[in-house]
């Protein structure tokens, strides 16, 4: 199940204009080996707001092979990008296609736990792509938060974990999906509820919700 209909989806996909060679080798070898990266109607909307907001600094967690961060990087010629992965294979593989790419004079990429780093990494961010575990969800936002000005956007994915979300029955999901479908969905709840954010929950593709911060 998925969270928009697949044949909406796919009449969107099929209008977005190809990708270059090394990120549609990306998107094939993601597909293959079965990593999750951004869905395509997702990373268009992301790609449409970060370009419209026009941020100098970007922080992403969740890097897994380098896909999102070579995107927005495109998108953004002005834009440097911080991306933090935790798992060593997954490191290893964005290191390799981010060198082949154009834009890796802007990109860094740290290895470390984005749970462990919230309360230690420094900086200002104008904005953070949070796309990394889905139960630590608050923990980044709160973790991170800190690192984004006034005016700048916290957008966080997968919202929707592929419509499980709306399964009225959580025994149809083992003990672990069952904690993670209810801790997105309390962060859901949770986060439109931050006076110091403005929040707007976008239902492409597997649901964006971007916060603004408003107030310290």
Do not use: C
């Not at 080996?33 to 992301?46: D, K």
């Not at 800190?146 to 009225?168: A, K, M, Q, S």
């Amino acid at each position: 199940m998925n969270g928009v209909p697949e044949d909406y989806t796919a009449y969107v996909e099929n209008m977005i204009p190809t990708r270059d060679p090394l990120l549609s080798e990306m998107e094939a070898y993601a597909a293959e080996h079965h990593i999750p990266i951004i869905e395509l109607t997702g990373s268009e909307v992301l790609l449409s707001l970060l370009s419209l907001q026009r941020p100098k600094r970007i922080l992403e967690l969740g890097t897994a092979i380098g896909y999102s961060a070579i995107r927005m990087a495109k998108a953004l010629p002005d834009a440097h990008i911080t991306t933090v992965e935790r798992n060593p294979k997954r490191f290893a593989e964005a290191k390799e296609f981010i060198s082949r790419s154009d834009v890796a004079d802007r990109i860094d990429i740290i290895f470390g736990d984005a749970v462990e780093l919230a309360e230690t990494l420094e900086g200002e961010f104008d904005a953070v792509f949070v796309d990394a575990a889905k139960g630590q969800y608050k923990k980044f936002f709160n973790g991170y938060g800190r690192l984004v000005p006034i005016g700048g956007v916290l957008y966080t994915d997968n919202l929707f974990l592929h419509g499980d979300v709306l399964e009225e029955d959580p025994k149809v999901f083992d003990r672990r999906r069952r904690r993670l479908v209810r801790l997105v969905k309390e962060f859901t709840v949770w986060v439109m509820e931050q006076d110091r954010y403005s929040t707007t929950i976008f239902p492409l593709g597997d649901g964006l919700a971007v916060s603004r911060k408003i107030k310290d």
